[in-house]
């Protein structure tokens, strides 16, 4: 038997639904979602979707595979203690081999406590607050479950992008009846690097705008076509006239995502205010973008970085709304679930998951940091 276990409850006054949404076609046009919208808080919670999925241990593995022979340009590398030592003790073919066995013998299978086409808590006005979330390098669409399913809790829907350029650990999208991967791309640290980067941020804010305009077809009632595997369970219609897309949209974004959120807010007057986690900015170094909307940044201390902290302090001269904090607990993947599979201290910590703080402390406080910019948005 396998055990399984959840990630912490919903600590908001509602219990979270979900739907996962895939539109038709090739990746540059289409869009994987996952929804997470506030559900009655007497909404029981049976069967929990997987965190990983069927491939997320493959995919994650092969991400590390890639990362440790690859590292990006302006990306931390003093938290991550086992780096330099799997790089010596390792070729990649055999890292890969040995952490195989290690992540099936120790790793934890985890749940994620939101139910699949719930009810939708009935909403005041003019419909409930609307994030748009985009993730880092190396994950999916349900790699910070607790950061986006906490914040539906509190009365807020939700929408985690999964992007498909490559930067994530591997996806797919369907074009006809054609099921196709997606890979992560090896990104060599070498000449080229700035440009593929920088195509894939502009890929990743495209995602992140047709995400808003599939957001306002599904408010309006149109039927959109979900060719999602269990796309039967999945029911859109619930979402109509939902959600106030027209004064409370916002866009969240860590690392990779952090940039995709700030290029993504530049180019649309829907967005009202963005917040960026350990925004990694390399991939716009070259790139001519003004920050023009409320902008908050929270690094973690190990995460600031004089390149990261100039891109943006350049697009956004003309805003005086734009607020930098530094958060001095945890590390640059606390705020990340992948703590919560490992749960050995000292593989935290050589990893990079952890510095003197548990992360399950650093998701609280973190999910506070959200909280605490959000409500002051939507008073």
């Not at 607020?323 to 910590?349: A, M, W």
Request: charged share 20%; with cysteine; proline share 6%.
């Amino acid at each position: 038997m396998i055990f399984k276990t959840p990630l912490p409850a919903p600590a908001g006054p509602f219990q979270v639904g979900y739907v996962d949404l895939l539109t038709p076609g090739p990746a540059s046009t289409s869009s994987l979602l996952r929804i997470h919208y506030p559900s009655p808080a007497y909404t029981k919670v049976t069967k929990q979707p997987s965190w990983a999925g069927e491939n997320g241990q493959e995919g994650m593995l092969k991400f590390m595979q890639t990362m440790i022979w690859n590292w990006p340009s302006w990306a931390n590398t003093s938290e991550f203690h086992l780096l330099d030592l799997c790089k010596k003790i390792f070729t990649p073919a055999s890292f890969f081999s040995a952490f195989n066995i290690g992540w099936t013998l120790v790793a934890k299978r985890l749940t994620i406590p939101i139910v699949r086409s719930a009810a939708i808590e009935p909403h005041a006005g003019s419909g409930w607050p609307v994030v748009v979330f985009s993730h880092g390098i190396g994950c999916s669409r349900f790699t910070m479950s607790q950061l986006c399913y906490q914040l539906a809790s509190m009365g807020v829907v939700v929408v985690s992008v999964e992007h498909r350029e490559g930067s994530g650990f591997g996806t797919h999208f369907k074009d006809g009846e054609i099921l196709e991967e997606i890979p992560h791309l090896c990104v060599p640290v070498d000449e080229h690097e700035y440009e593929v980067r920088n195509r894939q941020v502009n890929h990743r804010s495209d995602e992140v705008l047709r995400a808003i305009d599939i957001l306002d077809k599904i408010n309006a009632g149109e039927t959109l076509s979900n060719v999602i595997a269990d796309h039967d369970c999945m029911d859109l219609s619930m979402l109509q006239s939902s959600m106030d897309l027209t004064s409370h949209l916002y866009l969240m974004g860590h690392s990779f995502g952090g940039a995709t959120v700030l290029l993504a807010s530049s180019l649309d007057t829907r967005v009202k205010a963005v917040l960026a986690l350990d925004p990694w900015m390399f991939p716009l170094a070259l790139q001519k973008f003004t920050i023009d909307k409320p902008t908050q940044v929270v690094n973690t201390v190990q995460f600031v970085n004089k390149n990261n902290l100039r891109v943006i302090e350049e697009a956004s001269k003309v805003n005086t709304d734009i607020k930098f904090e530094v958060y001095q607990n945890g590390v640059h993947l606390s705020v990340t679930d992948i703590p919560c599979v490992f749960t050995q201290t000292s593989l935290r910590k050589g990893l990079g998951f952890m510095n003197k703080v548990m992360p399950e402390t650093v998701m609280v406080e973190t999910n506070k940091i959200v909280w605490d910019w959000l409500k002051n948005l939507i008073v």
